[in-house]
Nanobody
């Protein structure tokens, strides 16, 4: 199982970025995938989640209405579209796969840096 996160970068406040999490070793639609972020000096927090089946989506309060999580089964990839970015969105963003009950290990992508300049 591998997760490859990409798409981070430097953007001005109010701008947009699209993150990708390419998965291998499992099918994204069969398990829950989440995006988390960790800012300097802060704990890692959940940003968005797309549960098994990919029908529903859930968002952290600070990003609701600005971020959109989606999945593409053909590419076995989960995306995080981020718009109206703020300086407080600056963090390293990680994707996570929850493969329970098939696999009880915790899988994380390598992280991608998002920096929003004000």
């Amino acid at each position: 199982v591998q997760l490859q996160a990409s798409g981070g970068g430097l953007v001005e406040a109010g701008g947009s970025l699209n993150l990708s999490c390419a998965a291998s070793g499992f099918t994204v639609g069969n398990y829950a995938i989440g995006w988390f972020r960790e800012a300097p000096g802060k704990e890692r927090e959940g940003v968005a989640c797309i549960p098994t089946g990919g029908i529903s989506t859930y968002y952290g309060g600070s990003v609701k209405g600005r971020f959109t999580i989606s999945s593409d089964s053909a590419k076995n990839t989960v995306y995080l579209q981020m718009s109206s970015l703020r300086s407080e969105d600056t963090a390293v963003y990680y994707c996570n796969a929850d493969l329970r009950p098939t696999d009880w290990d915790d899988y994380w992508g390598q992280g991608t840096q998002v920096t929003v300049s004000s």
